[in-house]
Each structure stands twice: as structure tokens, then as C-alpha cells.
């Protein structure tokens, strides 16, 4: 089975950055899709990004596009999640995701001045 770690969470200002990272370990990353989700305390999970196995086709959540991009490195079985223009509603708990139904144990990101 896969595991997941993600890093690269924090404290940033609105309009700041993030790159969200995920490295995965027990079996190839490339033979999966991957994505990201986001939760806050009361909500259910959110799917933010995919990032389809074969083909490199992208989908985000409309109130990330443009702004995220999603991407991998299947050498080095790494996923990530660049965050732009980030705002006070991205704030959540950032979860790795992969289409073994593998889950990281989540990364924080708070957006606040």
C-alpha cells in the first residue's frame, strides 16, 4: 500500500504562496492518479486538485483555478501543490490523495495578515 506524507504547510499572507509537497513511499506514485483535498473543522473534505495517471490531465475545484496547479514527479514519487494568490478561504487542513485510496495525514495552511 501506499503511504503519504505531505509537507510544506504554514502561515501565509493573503496574496502569499505555498508549494505543498507529498512524498510517497511502498509503490510507484506514476501507477495512480493523485489529487489534493482540503477540510476545515465542521465540513465535509473537499477535493481541490486531481491529477489524472496517464496523460497529465489536471481538474481543480473553481474556486482554486488559476491560482493552484497541481503536478508530480514520478522519479522521485513526489506530488505537489503550488499555491498562489492564496486568501483567508483557503485556509484548511491539506490532505494527499492517491487512486488506491491512499490518505497523507494532512498539512496545515492558514491565509491570514
Known amino acids: 500500500q501506499v503511504q503519504l506524507v505531505e509537507s510544506g504547510g504554514g502561515l501565509a499572507q493573503p496574496g502569499g504562496s505555498l508549494r505543498l509537497s507529498c512524498a510517497a513511499s511502498g509503490d510507484t506514485l506514476g501507477d495512480y492518479t493523485v489529487g489534493w483535498f482540503r477540510q476545515v473543522p465542521g465540513k465535509e473534505r473537499e477535493g481541490v486538485s486531481c491529477?489524472?495517471?496517464?496523460?497529465?490531465?489536471?481538474a481543480y475545484v473553481d474556486s482554486v483555478k488559476g491560482r493552484f496547479t497541481v503536478s508530480r514527479d514520478n522519479a522521485k514519487n513526489m506530488v505537489y501543490l503550488q499555491m498562489n494568490s492564496l486568501k483567508p478561504e483557503d485556509t484548511a487542513v491539506y490532505y494527499c490523495?492517491?487512486?488506491?485510496?491512499?490518505w497523507g495525514q494532512g498539512t496545515q495552511v492558514t491565509v491570514s495578515s
Open positions: 491529477l489524472s495517471r496517464v496523460g497529465g490531465v489536471t
Open positions: 490523495w492517491c487512486s488506491e485510496d491512499s
